[in-house]
């Protein structure tokens, strides 16, 4: 039974720094992409970072180039989202994801096989 618990959401001021955590159980995650995801009110799910494990390549969207890291740490099997320079429009549940093949975009959401329950992640303006 493969599982995803995210930890490490909460309220933050603007320009605050938050870290996502993203522990994984039920196998070793060497060979997957790690995701990160979020979700607005009245919005789509929204890619925000991966990290392919197998080679190490990072991916980030946009609107989080510059201020999202997306890192682990092999010995906890945890994958991690540092948050900088948070702005309001960063406000969403943040998902963690799974993917086991090395095809797909890392990019769309259905390409991922397994899903945490999200966190949630407030910025106050």
């Known amino acids: 039974q493969v599982q995803l618990v995210e930890s490490g959401g909460g309220l933050v001021q603007a320009g605050g720094s938050l870290r996502l955590s993203c522990a994984a159980s039920g196998r070793t995650f060497s060979s997957y992409t790690m995701g990160w995801f979020r979700q607005a009110p009245g919005k789509e799910r929204e890619f925000v970072a991966a990290?392919?494990?197998?080679?190490?390549?990072?991916y980030y969207a946009d609107s989080v180039k510059g201020r999202f890291t997306i890192s682990r740490d092999n010995a906890k099997n945890t994958e991690y989202l540092q948050m900088n320079s948070l702005k309001a429009e960063d406000t969403a549940v943040y998902y963690c994801?799974?993917?086991?093949?090395?095809?797909?975009?890392?990019?769309?959401?259905?390409?991922?096989?397994?899903w945490g329950q999200g966190t949630q992640v407030t910025v106050s303006s």
């Open positions: 994801a799974a993917k086991r093949s090395i095809f797909g975009s890392s990019y769309i959401a259905r390409n991922y096989d397994y």
């Open positions: 990290h392919d494990w197998s080679n190490e390549r990072t």
